[in-house]
């Protein structure tokens, strides 16, 4: 019993470890390579204005100025994006809105206004948006996409549902 007990304190940090490496290399596939990042307005010009073949429904909602001093009128926001083969995510900015996407399922493209090259997306992905970034994102494979998507944004928004 002891010798299985002593074991299970490595077979715990192996896991750890493992899931740390996994976790990490999610983080940072799909991202603009280094040698292409470009001043904002430089990259990919704006795009799409209207949405298209995708759908956008909220998971739920948090009013954050209850939790947190100084954020009165923001909300914290979880969704998920379903986008069509050839469906498109519209032009739109982060200044205010920082976001946190994650790629469950198939693969998009991501076009942004600090990147000289589109950015492919592949489930597992994950994209960060903050202040300094305009884009639009297009599924021009042939399997729906299905990303989850959590933001901070103003509350007053909510009634134009901004993607």
């Not at 799409?48 to 923001?74: C, F, H, N, Q, Y």
Request: hydrophobic fraction near 45%; glycine fraction near 10%; proline fraction near 6%.
């Amino acid at each position: 019993m002891s010798s299985i007990s002593s074991k299970i304190p490595g077979l715990a940090l192996a896991a750890l470890l493992a899931g740390v490496a996994f976790g990490a290399s999610a983080a940072v596939a799909g991202e603009c390579p280094a040698d292409k990042v470009v001043a904002d307005g430089q990259g990919a010009q704006p795009g799409p204005s209207m949405p298209k073949g995708v759908s956008d429904t909220l998971i739920g909602a948090i009013p954050l100025e209850r939790e947190i001093a100084g954020l009165e009128d923001r909300k914290l926001r979880l969704r998920e994006l379903v986008i069509e083969p050839g469906g498109v995510v519209p032009w739109h900015t982060h200044t205010d809105r920082p976001a946190i996407i994650r790629v469950n399922q198939g693969v998009v493209v991501e076009y942004r206004s600090t990147c000289a090259v589109p950015i492919v997306h592949a489930t597992g992905d994950v994209a960060v948006e903050t202040a300094g970034l305009s884009h639009w994102w297009k599924n021009e494979g042939k399997q729906t996409a299905v990303l989850t998507s959590s933001d901070i944004f103003h509350a007053a928004a909510d009634d134009a549902h901004v993607m």
